[in-house]
């Protein structure tokens, strides 16, 4: 392919690593600002309703407190202010006396010191007109409506799975699940006049941060500086500036001097989204020798009253697989909780678990092998949209993914397998996601000594972005990594997309490797019949310090022909006690199809990332709330359950790295969203290979295979 690049940083290691490890990185709470104060926010103890009364006066009168604001006397900010009543949208901090779901910020208390600040915080007191509230998803599915302009989706024959001569119809439950990223979100706000201001923030834009600030509070966008060079994990918690974030700004602006606001462990349960609780039910048909006849795929999943949340549960059964007749509704169930979020692979994650343990259970009923049921239904061209794939080779990642689990030594039989007195299955899922590019601004300076500098605003949560680009750059430009700096994480940097949606590498990544085709034409015009590669030595021909482009990149014309994807296949071996239920995972095997492998090793991570996160969401984690009171009873990470190193199994991550020609100059295609998607599909579906036992409600505990 043209430009295709062909790497020499296959062993790169983290570009940030040591000062992450050294501690030497800074992350939002960790900035030193002159005369900084602090803020603790205050939550509502009811779930629904209005506030009668809040006394604050104990509050203000406790040592080192400078000020506490409610909607009663905080500053109005200017792009709240309508004339009719707001529509629903992203909850409004302080803006009036209502009550959307527990928890709710009602006050912000601000102090010379965090402790203090926390301890009046305590004092903060409050009454109110209660209403009866509605939490539960399951009470209230029949309440459920189409959002927005959604129409159920219909192709072919309307559940002509019916009629098929096999057939499984089952329901699956995905319940509410948190980030719980290891940084807990935080933000440092100082104005620095009337109408600028500098945040430090836990964000995975900068450039979406500065837009909503600068919207909320009527400020020209360069004005608002915000910076976020680390991330300590988001997974989508920190793709919206959220109400701490307006909350900080205000309580600057209050008392004039920088803010600094740190989340608890309690309030990330609901202050930054999460995983929301969904209801599905699959009906898949197929013919006696496997060829599927009809999917039908239904989904409810939960949001808030004050605004409305939507996910694409169900499109992957309208993309995964060859099949003549589909049809998928999705419905959203308003309640008084706060609002979900984009989390791990959003949508897909969660409708995966459902469509790939659907097609296992047909498996069975067709008594053929998984892997065998799906590359018989196989879709050569994109099912929706009937075009070509701009690159497809999810078969060869079957075959990747089976011998290096050793799948030969699987029994179709369940229960029929032990080792060492434990129950010993296997199990496969597929995943797939959008694979897209954006556009992205990159700035790349040739530096005298050597040294080139890459500058874009983009955010690294933690993938590795920097150490991509790093290698992107090294090998277009022909230069070691060691001499190359990039800068990120500054709004005031060339623009580049918000980090989410797997974008970030084939977005940004080709504009570096633009920027650096550009500047390297630069030089060899200076060159003229010289070398043109001796870049510090044309540098110093030419008297010049510093030579530099700014290249703007953005998605080629010819994507449109096509439809792009990336492709993930999951295997598992896990272990059942008999006698308790507990589970292990033996092995995990994970197989991607993301195009070119830019970093091999941050790309190994990122997949190793995903199957924790997908052990995570299929045996341990679920948020639950005492519908009594509306109240989250387990929001700490004592009762909150997440993987922790024992519970980590023995990980093999693989890929396909074969180019996309399509997509972008450099070849790859999008990894962070589809490391998870499908996880807990194979390990639901290698339990009931170990056991016979179909656990459909996430977590799959001891208690459910016991039952």
């Given at each position: 392919m043209e430009n295709q690049i062909v790497s020499n940083t296959e062993g790169l290691s983290r570009v940030d690593g040591r000062l992450k490890v050294t501690g030497k990185a800074k992350y939002s709470a960790e900035y030193s600002v002159k005369g900084l104060i602090y803020g603790v926010l205050v939550g509502s103890t009811v779930t629904k309703g209005s506030l009668k009364t809040i006394d604050t006066k104990k509050a203000e009168g406790a040592p080192g407190v400078l000020s506490v604001l409610t909607y009663l006397n905080a500053p109005k900010v200017p792009g709240y202010q309508t004339d009719t009543p707001p529509p629903k949208g992203p909850l409004k901090i302080f803006y009036n006396d209502q009550i959307y779901f527990n928890g709710q910020p009602i006050a912000l208390v601000i102090a010379d010191t965090f402790e203090r600040a926390l301890f009046a915080a305590s004092l903060v007191s409050a009454t109110y007109n209660t209403d009866v509230h509605q939490t539960d998803l399951k009470a209230n599915i029949a309440n459920g409506f189409a959002p927005g302009k959604g129409k159920d989706y219909v192709k072919g024959q309307e559940d002509a799975w019916k009629s098929a001569p096999v057939k499984v119809e089952q329901e699956y439950i995905i319940p509410t699940e948190v980030h719980n990223p290891m940084e807990l979100h935080a933000i440092i706000a100082r104005w620095d006049a009337d109408d600028k201001i500098t945040v430090w923030d836990k964000t995975q834009?900068?450039?979406?941060?500065?837009?909503?600030?600068?919207?909320?509070?009527?400020?020209?966008?360069?004005?608002?500086?915000?910076?976020?060079?680390?991330?300590?994990?988001?997974?989508?918690?920190?793709?919206?500036?959220?109400?701490?974030?307006?909350?900080?700004?205000?309580?600057?602006?209050?008392?004039?001097?920088?803010?600094?606001?740190?989340?608890?462990?309690?309030?990330?349960?609901?202050?930054?989204?999460?995983?929301?609780?969904?209801?599905?039910?699959?009906?898949?048909?197929?013919?006696?020798?496997?060829?599927?006849?009809?999917?039908?795929?239904?989904?409810?999943?939960?949001?808030?009253?004050?605004?409305?949340?939507t996910e694409g549960v169900v499109n992957i059964s309208q993309l995964m697989y060859a099949c003549p007749n589909v049809n998928t509704k999705y419905r959203i169930v308003s309640l008084n909780v706060n609002v979900p979020t984009p989390m791990r692979g959003p949508g897909e994650a969660t409708g995966a678990f459902a469509l790939e343990c659907a097609v296992d259970e047909l498996s069975y009923a067709l008594n053929i092998d998984p892997i065998e049921l799906r590359n018989k239904n196989h879709a050569?061209?994109?099912?929706?949209?009937?075009?070509?794939?701009?690159?497809?080779?999810?078969?060869e990642a079957y075959k990747i993914g089976a011998e290096k689990i050793g799948w030969s030594n699987r029994k179709q039989q369940p229960g029929s397998l032990t080792e060492k007195g434990w129950l010993t299955g296997y199990g496969m899922a597929a995943g797939m996601f959008g694979a897209y590019r954006s556009s992205a601004t990159v700035t790349a300076r040739m530096m005298a000594d050597g040294t080139l500098v890459l500058q874009t605003a983009v955010t690294d949560i933690g993938p590795g972005t920097g150490t991509a680009m790093t290698s992107v750059a090294a090998d277009a430009m022909g230069i070691p990594a060691s001499k190359i700096r990039v800068d990120l994480g500054d709004s005031s940097l060339p623009p580049s997309p918000t980090q989410g949606g797997s974008q970030v590498t084939s977005t940004v990544g080709s504009a570096v490797h633009d920027a650096c085709l550009e500047l390297k034409e630069k030089f060899k015009t200076l060159a003229g019949t010289g070398d043109a590669t001796n870049y510090t030595q044309i540098l110093k021909q030419q008297n010049l310090e510093k030579l530099e482009v700014t290249t703007a990149s953005k998605a080629n014309a010819d994507m449109s022909k096509y439809a792009s994807y990336s492709w993930s296949v999951h295997f598992m071996k896990v272990l059942v006690h008999p006698a308790t239920g507990v589970v292990k995972i033996d092995?995990?095997?994970?197989?991607?199809?993301?195009?070119?492998?830019?970093?091999?090793?941050?790309?190994?991570?990122?997949?190793?990332?995903?199957?924790?996160?997908?052990?995570?969401?299929?045996?341990?984690?679920?948020?639950?709330?005492?519908?009594?009171?509306?109240?989250?009873?387990?929001?700490?990470?004592?009762?909150?359950?997440?993987?922790?190193?024992?519970?980590?199994?023995?990980?093999?991550?693989?890929?396909?790295?074969?180019?996309?020609?399509?997509?972008?100059?450099?070849?790859?295609?999008?990894?962070?969203?589809?490391?998870?998607?499908?996880?807990?599909?194979?390990?639901?579906?290698?339990?009931?290979?170990?056991t016979g036992k179909r656990v459909r409600d996430l977590p799959i505990t001891p208690d459910k295979l016991l039952a």
């Open positions: 834009g900068v450039k979406s941060t500065q837009r909503t600030i600068a919207q909320a509070f009527k400020l020209a966008p360069e004005n608002v500086q915000v910076n976020s060079p680390f991330v300590g994990g988001a997974f989508g918690a920190a793709l919206r500036t959220w109400p701490h974030e307006i909350a900080a700004v205000l309580a600057s602006k209050a008392v004039g001097k920088p803010v600094k606001l740190v989340l608890s462990r309690a309030d990330m349960f609901t202050a930054v989204g999460y995983r929301p609780h969904t209801w599905q039910k699959v009906g898949i048909g197929a013919t006696a020798d496997g060829k599927f006849t009809g999917i039908t795929h239904e989904a409810a999943g939960q949001t808030s009253t004050y605004e409305d949340f050569d061209t994109d099912p929706l949209s009937g075009k070509p794939y701009s690159s497809k080779f999810l078969s092995k995990a095997i994970s197989v991607a199809d993301a195009g070119t492998i830019i970093s091999a090793k941050t790309a190994r991570s990122q997949m190793i990332g995903g199957t924790i996160m997908g052990t995570g969401m299929a045996l341990m984690e679920e948020a639950i709330i005492d519908h009594r009171y509306g109240r989250l009873v387990n929001n700490n990470f004592v009762d909150y359950h997440v993987p922790v190193q024992a519970d980590i199994p023995q990980v093999e991550a693989y890929f396909v790295n074969k180019p996309d020609p399509v997509i972008n100059p450099i070849g790859a295609k999008g990894m962070g969203e589809i490391a998870t998607i499908g996880v807990a599909a194979a390990i639901a579906n290698a339990v009931y290979n170990a």
